[in-house]
């Protein structure tokens, strides 16, 4: 009996041991089933952004047409958090 125990603790000195001549910390393995973005996702994001940061800006400055008006700014608001969203499920 205590011969398996002295066993069990050297296998688990070795190991420990093993692992700090790696580096120390163990660091799980990247899932293979990774999800990435398209490229095109970057730049929609931004896009989608800069439009509804426009459409609230030039409400103000009267360039679009009857403006200023609510309808601009709550159109640009809605673009703008569309594009908030589509950000977060960036990967």
């Given at each position: 009996?205590?011969?398996?125990?002295?066993?069990?603790?050297?296998?688990?000195?070795?190991?420990?041991?093993?692992?700090?001549?790696?580096?120390?910390?163990?660091?799980?393995?990247?899932?293979?089933?990774?999800?990435?973005?398209?490229?095109?996702?970057?730049?929609?994001?931004?896009?989608?952004?800069?439009v509804g940061?426009?459409?609230?800006?030039?409400?103000?400055?009267?360039?679009?047409?009857?403006?200023?008006?609510?309808?601009?700014?709550?159109?640009?608001?809605?673009?703008?958090?569309?594009?908030?969203?589509?950000?977060?499920?960036?990967?």
């Amino acid at each position: 009996m205590a011969r398996t125990a002295d066993r069990a603790r050297s296998a688990g000195s070795a190991n420990r041991r093993q692992a700090a001549r790696r580096g120390g910390r163990y660091t799980p393995p990247t899932p293979r089933d990774v999800r990435k973005s398209p490229k095109w996702m970057g730049p929609a994001i931004a896009a989608i952004l800069l439009v509804g940061v426009l459409m609230i800006v030039l409400n103000y400055f009267d360039v679009l047409p009857a403006s200023p008006t609510n309808w601009y700014l709550l159109g640009g608001i809605v673009v703008f958090a569309g594009g908030f969203g589509l950000a977060t499920r960036w990967r």
